[in-house]
C-alpha cells in the first residue's frame, strides 16, 4: 500500500512564496511517478508540474517561471517550491503518483493554499 502525505500549505499574501511537500510510504516509489495537480473552488483539477524519466520536468504554462518541483528519493518525498504567487493560485494543491504498470493511482488528501491580500 502507498499513501501520501500533503503538508505546508497556508495562507500567503500576493508575492509570497510557500513550499509544499508530499511524503511518500509505502513499497514502491520513484520521483520520476510524481506530479502536483491543483483543484480551485467550482473548477476541475489541473496538472501543475510533473517530474517525468530522466529527472526532466514540466509546468503548466500558468506557472511557468515561478513554481519548481523537485524530490528527494532517500526522505521519498516530492517538493513545489512556490514563488510569486497569485490569487489565482488559489486552490487546494495535491500529489499524486501514477504508475500504470503496478496499477497505482495515488492521491493524498491535499493541502490548501490560499493568496489573498
Known amino acids: 500500500q502507498v499513501n501520501l502525505v500533503e503538508s505546508g500549505g497556508g495562507l500567503v499574501q500576493p508575492g509570497g512564496s510557500l513550499r509544499l511537500s508530499c511524503v511518500a510510504s509505502?513499497?514502491?516509489?520513484?520521483?520520476?511517478?510524481m506530479a502536483w495537480y491543483r483543484q480551485a473552488s467550482g473548477k476541475q483539477r489541473e496538472l501543475v508540474a510533473r517530474i517525468s524519466s530522466g529527472e526532466n520536468t514540466s509546468y503548466a504554462d500558468s506557472v511557468k517561471g515561478r513554481f519548481a518541483i523537485s524530490g528527494d528519493n532517500a526522505k521519498k518525498t516530492v517538493y513545489l517550491q512556490m514563488n510569486s504567487l497569485k490569487p489565482e493560485d488559489t486552490a487546494a494543491y495535491y500529489c499524486n503518483l501514477y504508475v500504470p504498470a503496478y496499477g497505482l493511482d495515488v492521491w493524498g488528501k491535499g493541502t490548501l493554499v490560499s493568496v489573498s491580500s
Open positions: 509505502g513499497s514502491v516509489f520513484s520521483i520520476n511517478f
